[in-house]
């Protein structure tokens, strides 16, 4: 017997459908009976085999069968079990008979790598009858292989600016490989500035450098000693990489898998990229007096280059350090078409009406509280937006409280030269925390007598006032750590000095 047919190569995708066409003869003396067709069972995919007489005729199914040819190195490298698929061609409607005159026989299968490594498929097809020597065909098929990722974890799977992840990869094949295994990065995926490192084990620090090429990171498995290669039951494969610059959510990268007699697969990790926010403000006026507005001018700027940051860009203004129904935003200064900001939670929280405000100038106007008052104020500003590390800020501004004194009586004559002991009544609108002091004109007050002060009318237990270290015309008479003044509550100070025998008429030296 011999197959007249002209050998055709085919490449197949895999788990495609292949189609084979034989023509067999008998150049010397036609076939009786016992017309066959064999193929080892584990060439073509879950066993399944069909064949016709025709490319457009029923097809008929091949049975498994125990029958082993005679030939029995039917299998490239005689591996894997030898259970056949048996066609019994002298079984079709009409009996079929090889002869001078060639017959066509087209067969159906899926072919399997099951035993094999990747490259020519090398199934060997046994055509025979009786009284006939087997005929082994071996079609020229080359049946692409898939490297496919079976399990990935990413460490961390939530990556922050300027970071990056390792990806632990178990990578199985349809077929082992024997050469030139790839991993491929596109640029669109990685940052080109940190590289790609991969390596077979955990160990950064025998990981492996992935070589620039013209559209991204080549990493070549043959770079480790043994090669690493795709197989059945799994390669393990690490990869270190960070985002692009530009990445901001899902990172929606592509890695690719290949080699030799491999067709190339892409896999996306889960891993999501979250930006990182820069915030610089302008504060006016500064300082500015509790229960008094002030705008804040913010300029914004995000850590991944991207044009524009993602939605729900918001911020947060916490209700104790403003009065209430007092913060405003907008995208210009113009006061008059700042939008109100809502409440929630215990925050004023301002949302932005568009995308793109957290790449650019953002206003804010806000009234403080006394709550607030400090140097520097406390005005905590929280930003945040889907995928963007929260960021709290506080801008640069002083914010002064309010402090009323005034004499007890209101008014007091005296003669040149004599003593006068005042009570002075003091109240603040919010409560002091240090820095409480009580400062005079030195040119209004005779300094050779000096000048004390008490938290109680007894001269016995009063404190001297001490010349100014910042400036010589001043005397100040320091009530830190002695007197704090809370907030709402009048507190008495009463002062003795002598006023200046310059001095007629009103007093000028009120402290």
Known sequence: LVNVEP??????????????????????TTSTGGELLWLVSHKAF???????????????????????????????QAAGPKAGLLCNLSLWPSALHFSTASTDIYVWLVPSYAYTPAGPWNGKFVVTASGFEELIINPSVTVLAQAVVSSCQAAPATVYSMGSTQLSLVVQSTASSEDADFVFVPYATGDSATGVLWGPTSDLSSSQSCFPERNGFFCDLNATSPPTRWTRTGTSLYLWLAPRPVAQGLWNFSIQFGGVGFQTTNFSANV???????????????????TTEAQIKLTLSLSSWSPHSST????RVPLATVLPNSVFFGLSSARASAAPCTTAGGM?????????????????????????VGDPGLIP??????????????????????LTAAPVPGSLTINPGDAVMTVISISTSVSTQGGE???????????????????????????????????????????????????NTTVNISLWFTPAETTVGLWPGNP
């Open 381 to 402: 500003l929280w930003f945040g937006a889907d995928y963007l590390q929260e960021l709290l800020f506080y801008p640069s501004v002083t914010i002064l409280g309010q």
């Open 272 to 290: 999501t990229v979250v930006a990182s926010l820069r915030a610089i403000a302008l504060v006016s006026p500064n300082p500015v007096l509790a």
């Open 437 to 487: 002091q009580l400062v005079l004109p030195v040119s209004n007050v005779n300094t050779s007598v000096g000048v004390f002060w008490g938290a109680t009318p007894s001269r016995a237990q009063a404190t001297a006032c001490t010349s100014s270290a910042s400036a010589s015309s001043l005397l100040v008479c320091d009530l830190s750590g002695k007197l704090t003044f809370s907030s």
């Open 46 to 76: 879950n066993g399944f085999l069909e064949w016709s007489t025709s490319s457009s005729a029923q097809k008929v199914p091949c049975s498994a069968t125990s029958y082993v040819p005679a030939t029995v190195l039917v299998d490239d």
């Open 7 to 28: 050998d055709t190569s085919i490449i197949a995708a895999p788990g495609e459908t292949v189609m084979l066409k034989f023509s067999i003869q008998a150049p010397f």
């Open 312 to 315: 729900s860009e918001r911020i």
């Open 348 to 372: 004023a929280e301002c949302v932005m009406a568009q995308p793109n405000s957290f790449n650019g100038t953002v206003y804010l106007w806000v009234t403080p509280s006394q709550g607030a």
